[in-house]
Every structure is written in structure tokens, then in C-alpha cells.
């Protein structure tokens, strides 16, 4: 099964939503306006160099779309101020410590989980239970490889900006940091345990995450990470379902445009009988999963 850990890598279409039937899948789903197209690309945050080049589909997507609209307007983030951001909001500075919010038995815990992956649970004592859970993800993930300037969003905006092309945010990212510092001790608590305890696995599942992404195998991506992340019923409502159904009235008021769109929102959020495009869908959307061709061109 695809883990927890992994959705910060990415956090099946029913019956209204239909497919091509040339190729295989993609997670790229096309929403169709009465004068515009709004593309729905389900990114991978983190890539590896072997994850490349991207399915050719998504070529045609961001060639087709005028606008990109990702989580977050990747081209104008401020590093320096993001910094600042996540000092604020998810470093401990009254003199509290990580082991002061999770409780001794929690603690010994996190701290057994975190020596079976070899990290040293000392570095995270001034971090909230929620800081504490994404940096251990980045640790794991960039020791085998990924790296958050391959991933989708880094590498399309690297080429909307060289192509002019305008970028623009669902979110900012204050607003994002606000979601996971406003979760409950207890969520977060268990986030950072679920995370340290899946770490251990997964190097032997990643490959099975990037494959069902990159195919558009939309039923393992619901049954394993969605499945995950659903088990835990305040991190789902807060990170994915209130999320989703924000962003589908937003791509919904899109779609009376002229100009085609490319969304580039984390896999996790396009999935589900609560994921965007079925979302979409159940407004009276047309939405259609696209295919790669397997043409030779």
C-alpha cells in the first residue's frame, strides 16, 4: 500500500467523467467550458531525474492553456518571507519543546521510529508536531533522490516564465501554513507519529506511487494514499476535502472564460468521489481523464 508519508508527494473518476480510449491514462484530466478549456494536471511535488521527461500530454496541455494556476503563484514566492512564515507558525520559541506537546509516551515513540530511519530526533525540539512532520518527508524523500526543483510545479514554472506565460495561486502560502498549524495537537501528534513510522517503508513504495501517477491509475492512488489519509479524519477534511471543494467553485467560475487554464494541484486532490474533476462533474461539468497517445511522434 501507497503510505501516508507520501502525501506531501502529491496530497477514481465515476460515472459522469469520461475517458479516451488511445494510450493510457494520465492524471490530467480536461474540464470543457462553452468557449475555453480548464486542464486539471495532478502533480508529483518532488521528482527524480529518472521521473523525466513529463507524459506529452501535458505538453499539449500547457501549450493549449494561456494561464497557469498552480496551489501556490510559484513565480512570485519569496523565499526570505516564506522562511519567516514557517519560523513563525511552526517553531517553538516560548521555551516549549517537541517533547513537552507530544507527552513522554508519544515522545519515546516518535523517538524509536525516528532511530529506525536515523534521524535524530534532537534536531526537531523546537519544531510543532506539524514542522517536525514535513521535515522528516523532506529528509526521506531528498535521500532517495527527489527533489522539489524537479517536481511539476517547479519544472512548469520554470518554463511559464521563460515563456511569459502569467502564473497565478489558488492559495498563499500563509494561508497553507495556516492549515496545518490550526490542526489539533492530537492530528498533529498523529501526523508526525504516521509519518515517522512509514518512513521505514518507503524507498519499497515509492516507485508504486510514481507509476500509478504517471499511467493515471486512478484506483491505485484512491485505494492506497487517499485510503491512507482518509483514516484520519481531521487531516482529510482540513488538507483535502475543504480544499477541494474551494478550489472546484474557483475552476468552476473558469470555465465561463475565454482563456484555456492549466490547474496544477497535488494527485491526491483529483482522486476520490470527493476530488475535483468529480466535483466538477456533479455541477454538470463535462470532464474528461486524458490519455497519452502511444503514437510515435
Known sequence: MIRFVCYLLMAIVSLPVWAETDGHP????????QRNSV???GSIHLLREEDH?????IDAAYEDAEVLIMELDMDDLDSVATQQMFTRNGVLQDGTTLRDLM???????AADAAGAIDVPIEMLAQSEPWL??????????YRIGFNPILGVEMHMTARAVGDGKPIEGLEGVEEQL????????????DMLIQTLEDSAELAESIDEMIDAWRYGDVDVLEDGLLASIAE??????VLVVKRNLRWAGKIAELLDDSDDYLIIVGALHLVGDQGVPE????????????RESTSVR
Open 39 to 41: 486542464y486539471l494536471l
Open 232 to 237: 484520519h479524519e481531521e487531516l482529510n477534511d
Open 178 to 189: 495556516g492549515f496545518l498549524d490550526g490542526l489539533s495537537l492530537d492530528a498533529q501528534r
Open 103 to 109: 507527552g513522554e509516551e508519544l515522545y519515546r515513540r
Open 26 to 33: 494520465v492524471t490530467l484530466w480536461r474540464a470543457e467550458g
Open 53 to 57: 521527461p513529463l507524459p506529452r500530454v
Open 132 to 141: 517536525a512532520a514535513v521535515t522528516v518527508e523532506m529528509m526521506m524523500l
Open 279 to 290: 466535483l466538477l462533474a456533479r455541477k454538470g461539468v463535462t470532464v474528461l481523464q486524458l
